[in-house]
């Protein structure tokens, strides 16, 4: 049972990794960029599984941003996984805190969303195996992306670093789509990251407080003009 579940787990995750390695091909060749070697490289991945977060982290690391501005946008842009793992403990089988905490290291958006919506109760062997998958893409892309960096052009390099981009278009178009009440987020917070670049007094603040201040205001923009109503029963 427990193999089977495992091995479910597996086949389900796979097309997650295979989407996770482009994108981390692209992490790790920016890495590279940035003069992070390859081993710092591999190791942030394993140890971080979060794509926005490793490339806002990576971004600041380069400009040398101090290690609280580091923190705190590491929180800020991470914050929506404890979300996650609040809503999931509610579908997953009784086990142990350690298994818990297991669990709790790789959620994702993707690894949630299949998860969640998976049919009755999730056990450990079969997230075991949601997670893994993923994982590996997401470490193997970076490795593959960091010892790319230093033999392709600089100039390709760079271009690849567009991948973010078309990553958070892809994320936020179809769900725009459905709701404006997130189009009209996304475009408060893009509003305020361009007054935040080129209103003269307030282009000194860095880049890690910049997004910082995006996403604080946008998500309150958000919670006060399109405020969550609890579905009648």
């Not at 971004?59 to 040398?64: E, F, G, R, S």
């Not at 089988?93 to 709790?104: D, G, H, V, W, Y």
């Not at 075991?128 to 997401?138: A, F, N, Q, V």
Request: one cysteine or more; proline letters at 4%.
């Amino acid at each position: 049972m427990k193999t089977k579940e495992f091995l479910n787990g597996l086949r389900a995750g796979l097309p997650i990794a295979l989407g996770y390695i482009p994108v981390s091909f692209s992490f790790g060749m920016i890495c590279t960029q940035s003069c992070i070697p390859l081993w710092a490289a591999l190791a942030i991945s394993m140890t971080n599984l979060t794509s926005a977060g490793q490339f806002a982290g990576i971004h600041l690391i380069a400009v040398n941003a101090p290690l609280t501005e580091i923190a705190v946008v590491s929180l800020v842009i991470n914050l929506r996984y404890m979300l996650m793992s609040l809503a999931l403990s509610q579908k997953l089988e009784r086990m142990p805190l350690i298994k818990r905490m297991l669990i709790s290291f790789g959620i994702t958006d993707e690894i949630f969303s299949v998860a969640s919506t998976r049919i009755g109760r999730v056990g450990f062997w079969y997230m075991l195996g949601l997670i893994l998958t993923p994982y590996i893409g997401w470490s193997a892309g970076t490795l593959l992306g960091s010892a790319a960096g230093g033999i392709l052009p600089g100039a390709v390099v760079s271009c690849m670093g567009i991948a973010l981009y078309a990553m958070f278009l892809a994320i936020f178009i179809p769900a725009s789509k459905k709701q404006k009440s997130i189009l009209a987020v996304v475009i408060f917070a893009a509003a305020v990251s361009c007054i935040l670049k080129y209103t003269p007094i307030l282009s000194s603040i860095s880049a890690g407080w910049a997004t910082i201040i995006a996403t604080i205001t946008a998500s309150a923009f958000g919670a006060c003009v399109f405020p969550h109503r609890e579905e009648k029963k």
